[in-house]
């Protein structure tokens, strides 16, 4: 992990699936846990997912709070 993929997290969103659109960071954690039980897409999206993953299974997710910018939309 880098430090800018914790930036990425709350700025890319997901390119395709029932959650296109949506920024990584407000993935549900049960779509993150599929991914996790079946597989990673390959590159910096899977890489991308699994941080997300851990953040979210190990209840950190709320340490990306403050690289949210005050443009975006409130979580869900």
């Keep these: 992990m880098k430090p800018e993929d914790l930036q990425r997290l709350v700025t890319m969103t997901m390119p395709y699936g029932k959650y296109e659109g949506r920024l990584i960071a407000d993935l549900p954690g049960a779509y993150l846990a599929w991914f996790a039980r079946k597989g990673f897409p390959p590159g910096d999206l899977g890489n991308l997912l699994a941080l997300a ?17 005050r443009s975006q939309a409130p979580r869900p």
């Design 53 to 69: 993953h851990e953040l979210d299974h190990n209840g950190l997710k709320r340490l990306l709070d403050p690289l949210r910018t």
